[in-house]
């Protein structure tokens, strides 16, 4: 593909980013195809990969993966040299489009005006998304879903979205090659963003955007069209640590270095074993992932809902009783989940996870439905379950049992 001229060049950018939106990103910006060192002071930690200064993104993943962070998420130790360099996935790679889009579930809030997002009144992100977080948490009984998985997966709605703009980037360039990528590849999405100037890397390590907050999904298309790359933006988390402070199982090395070993949607999304029984009173009720070093950050104030109705929560991820949960067949669960990112992980995993929550909660009225998981063909959720049941009663083994 031959580059187009500057002018050409931002002509076809504008056009992309016009096309971008009306496909329903939030936003899209360009960055070259080698992420840029990043412009956030130093880094006293010393090392670093050939060819990559102490504080490149590429070395902090290297150190990253070193220090064991990873845990059993081995696919992340593998294609380090991809991650580092895009032309080992396209060849001839000149730009890598990178894209958003808003995942926070569209409610149905009767009084919300016009011009409110979707189905939420006016100020809602400012307080009630705090509120709404605080309160579920507090409801032992309900089983709490990351909000990235209460509807329809974003790896499919943000890969159709950004499949159509490769397309569009195709039909405006003939004979350009444009490959998409959510999750779904050796990319360092969070380092392209913040070189595309979609936001910047937060303390907690996930992309904020300052006009829309932290509840956003990212996506990336390398393409061969050479693109005016975008200015990055500065991290304006300033003295703030309300994301690290807020975590419940301090899974934080450092300011920006998460130990994926501690977090809990680490531990209930990603992990396939046993849940490390010394974490699994600090999960409390959730049982799919964790929001809470995202609910906490001021910049959700300019936060918004999604504009595709699809996120919008199923029932069963909207506080169903974790009894409820715990009793759910194969059948069921499929029923319940296919379509959702909680479907990928199984029924295995979200069991375990809603017996460690019945086992928090304490609740006696637990006990029927953990005794018969006690059966279950998974020996992780009979083994969870067991866990429950001692923990309900107090340490003795489960009355079933005794
Ligand atoms: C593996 C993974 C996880 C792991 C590890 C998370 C992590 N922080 O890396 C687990 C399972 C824990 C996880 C959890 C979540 N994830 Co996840 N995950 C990924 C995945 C597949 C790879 C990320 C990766 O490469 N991690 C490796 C580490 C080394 O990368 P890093 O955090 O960027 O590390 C950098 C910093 O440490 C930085 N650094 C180090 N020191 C310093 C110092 C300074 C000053 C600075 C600025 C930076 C810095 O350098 C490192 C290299 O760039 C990406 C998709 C993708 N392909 O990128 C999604 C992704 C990051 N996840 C996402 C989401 C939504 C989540 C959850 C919010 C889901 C939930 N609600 O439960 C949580 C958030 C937890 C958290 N606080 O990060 C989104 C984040 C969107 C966004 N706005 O950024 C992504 C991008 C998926 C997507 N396509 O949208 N996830
Ligand atoms: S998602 Fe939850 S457990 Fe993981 S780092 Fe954030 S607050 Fe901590
Ligand atoms: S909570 Fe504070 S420190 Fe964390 S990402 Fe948001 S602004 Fe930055």
Request: proline share 9%; charged share 20%; glycine share 10%.
């Amino acid at each position: 593909m031959s580059a187009p001229g500057s002018a050409d060049a931002a002509a076809l950018a504008g056009a992309v980013r016009r096309r971008g939106t009306e496909l329903g990103l939030l936003r899209v910006g360009f960055a070259a195809p080698h992420i840029p060192p990043v412009a956030h002071g130093s880094d006293p930690a010393p090392g670093s990969s050939p060819g990559f200064s102490p504080d490149h993104p590429v070395t902090r993943f290297a150190r990253w993966i070193a220090a064991g962070h990873h845990g059993e998420m081995g696919y992340l130790a593998r294609r380090q040299r991809d991650r580092a360099d895009t032309s080992r996935l396209l060849s001839g790679v000149r730009s890598v489009v990178v894209a958003s889009e808003v995942y926070f579930p569209p409610g149905t809030a009767p009084d919300a005006s016009p011009d409110a997002s979707p189905g939420y009144a006016p100020g809602y992100f400012a307080d009630d998304v705090f509120a709404e977080w605080s309160s579920e948490l507090a409801d032992s009984t309900r089983g709490y879903f990351a909000r990235y998985a209460r509807g329809a997966d974003y790896h499919h709605r943000l890969g159709k979205r950004l499949e159509a703009l490769a397309a569009f980037i195709g039909a405006l360039a003939p004979g350009s090659r444009n490959l998409v990528y959510v999750d779904t590849g050796p990319i360092l999405e969070k380092a392209h963003a913040v070189a595309a100037g979609i936001g910047w890397q937060g303390k907690h390590s996930n992309l904020v955007d300052p006009t829309a907050g932290n509840w956003v999904a990212l996506g990336v298309i390398l393409s061969d069209v050479a693109f005016p790359p975008d200015a990055p933006q500065p991290d304006r988390c300033g003295t703030c640590t309300d994301c690290l402070d807020v975590c419940p199982t301090s899974a934080f090395a450092a300011p920006y270095v998460l130990d994926a070993r501690r977090c809990i949607s680490y531990l209930t999304i990603e992990l396939k074993g046993p849940i490390p029984p010394e974490l699994r009173p600090a999960i409390g009720n959730r049982v799919f992932g964790c929001d809470d070093c995202l609910a906490v950050c001021p910049w959700n104030r300019f936060a918004q809902a999604a504009r595709d109705t699809a996120y919008a929560a199923r029932t069963i991820t909207a506080g169903t009783p974790l009894v409820q949960l715990m009793a759910l067949t194969p059948e069921g669960f499929d029923a319940a989940f296919r379509g959702t990112p909680v479907h990928r992980t199984g029924r295995g995993r979200l069991l375990r996870n809603v017996a460690v929550a019945l086992g928090n909660g304490g609740d006696t009225a637990s006990v029927p439905v953990l005794t018969a998981a006690l059966n279950d063909p998974e020996p992780l959720i009979r083994e969870h379950a067991l866990w429950a049941l001692q923990t309900i009663q107090g340490g003795r083994p489960p009355k079933a049992l005794a």
